[in-house]
């Protein structure tokens, strides 16, 4: 086998260096036949565990200090019933989805644990029924069953935040395939400090390597797809992720049994990702996999929804925070001359053009200034390609500055929302320069309203490329459903905290 790095991706008339990472024995200690030990997997297991039995008792001694009282059966009860919980808490896989799920997140698990939740708190009140039919608390079990479901996702959100700051957390991931396409799945792994990967140096099995990613390193593998298996092992990689080439090559079926036989994770990413996105449909006909991708539809009923709800929770926001856009609207005012809003020509639904209302977070001749600082653009293209974003904008303003921070600048667009030009979740809202440069199939991106937040704001904003941010649009669009909606929505105050591409 032979393996040389090249730490810039550049090409050198030099003899390429020799490639040695250091093995971690602590984290594989079984033979390859066993499996690896899966570290992340184990311990998170357990701290899961823990946080959902913490929620479980603390929402019980809540309920029996609200009623006044304390029941010795009752606890007796909910103590004997804990492995049954264990065992449906398996079923419904809420201890085993973050080895191997990089993305998981509370928002992923709602649905989940809501079942669980219910299950459990209403099989409680029939057992007790059973037991006690001249007895049965229904207000109790209904407290009981809010306070769960509450206390269960925060406990276990908790428990993931402390989680992804510890050492084990880290998974080493090795990106196998031609460098065009390995480069693309190295900047998003980058791009997500919260997934706890760490790209190792991916295979170069073909190709030239992209001028922008030159600055990753490589491993290059003279003998193509057929080193993997020995250059996983010897890398001690916790899972090998394989592009579009590889995925689909004539070698794949061999290739992922014997990865799967040394104890990886292994993810195969198709060519068609940016198309299907999250509606494939995975089950199996006598034993033959199929993946099923169902017919997009928008339904009246369900974008009626949608817009009853976008009009509840906008109105009611701009009631609860009118003493804070106040407050904000006067800071602005004294920072800096010129008006306390923003406002812009961007292209909505159907094509159809609204004005998009912000706090002003520049000065007020910004857009005068925009060709002097075109070279600092972020995604390069200058004034004229792609989006405009620059970090640490020297247009922007002190106020600006903490309103951008925190996406704060954007609260104005609730007015939007209440007016119907845009919504709570949807498609960025593009300036008509940008809209000018989508084609093809992603102009699908304008049959719903364009949106406060969406898949571009809470994957990374500013940090993702234009083509890239129409592509997750695309997929928005044709995948869209309420729930993908609710949990758009969880994510973005995750995102907001972090502040993450916020420029």
């Not at 419904?92 to 928002?107: N, P």
Request: include cysteine; proline fraction near 6%; charge should be positive.
């Amino acid at each position: 086998m032979t393996i040389e790095v090249d730490a810039g991706g550049a090409a050198t008339h030099a003899p390429p260096r020799p490639f040695a990472v250091p093995v971690d024995h602590r984290r594989r200690t079984s033979s390859p036949s066993q499996g690896a030990v899966d570290q992340r997997g184990r311990i998170l297991r357990r701290l899961l565990l823990a946080a959902d039995l913490l929620a479980l008792y603390c929402a019980f001694f809540a309920v029996e200090l609200a009623f006044g009282q304390f029941r010795v059966i009752d606890f007796a009860l909910l103590a004997a019933s804990v492995p049954l919980w264990v065992l449906v808490g398996n079923g419904f896989r809420l201890y085993h989805l973050d080895s191997h799920r990089a993305d998981y997140r509370a928002s992923d698990e709602l649905g989940q644990v809501f079942q669980m939740a219910t299950i459990w708190s209403w099989g409680t009140l029939l057992v007790l029924w059973l037991v006690r039919p001249d007895d049965v608390a229904v207000p109790r079990v209904a407290l009981f069953w809010g306070l769960t479901l509450v206390l269960l996702m925060i406990f276990r959100s908790l428990v993931r935040g402390f989680a992804r700051r510890q050492p084990w957390y880290l998974q080493h991931a090795l990106v196998v395939g031609p460098s065009s396409q390995a480069a693309t799945i190295v900047r998003k792994i980058n791009r997500h400090p919260e997934w706890g990967i760490i790209a190792t140096p991916f295979a170069d099995v073909s190709g030239r390597f992209p001028a922008r990613d030159r600055g990753l390193p490589r491993i290059h593998s003279s003998a193509g797809d057929g080193d993997v298996v020995a250059l996983a092992r010897e890398l001690n990689v916790d899972r090998v992720m394989l592009t579009p080439a590889l995925s689909e090559s004539r070698r794949r079926a061999e290739l992922v049994c014997e990865l799967t036989d040394l104890g990886v994770h292994v993810d195969l990413i198709p060519s068609w990702s940016d198309v299907v996105g999250a509606r494939l449909d995975v089950h199996e006909m006598e034993g033959m996999p199929l993946l099923t991708v169902p017919r997009a539809r928008l339904r009246r009923s369900s974008l009626r929804l949608k817009r009853a709800l976008d009009l509840a929770v906008s109105g009611l926001a701009v009631v609860l925070l009118a003493p804070v856009l106040a407050a904000f609207a006067i800071a602005i005012k004294l920072d800096s001359p010129g008006p306390v809003f923003f406002r812009q020509r961007r292209v909505g639904k159907n094509d159809r053009p609204f004005e998009v209302f912000k706090f002003r977070s520049m000065r007020d001749d910004a857009d005068a200034c925009k060709d002097e600082v075109a070279q600092l653009n972020l995604h390069g293209g200058g004034n004229e390609h792609g989006m405009f974003k620059i970090r640490e904008d020297p247009r922007v303003t002190r106020v600006g500055r903490l309103l951008r921070r925190y996406s704060l600048d954007e609260l104005p667009q609730l007015f939007n929302i209440v007016r119907g030009d845009m919504s709570l979740v949807g498609p960025r809202p593009l300036i008509e320069k940008e809209d000018r440069q989508v084609e093809g199939r992603f102009r699908r991106r304008l049959g719903l309203t364009p949106g406060l937040t969406g898949l571009w704001q809470v994957n990374g904003r500013s940090e993702i490329p234009f083509d890239e941010m129409v592509s997750l649009d695309y997929l928005y669009v044709t995948n869209w459903s309420m729930w993908g909606d609710v949990k758009v929505l969880m994510r973005t105050f995750s995102a907001v905290l972090r502040g993450g591409g916020a420029y």
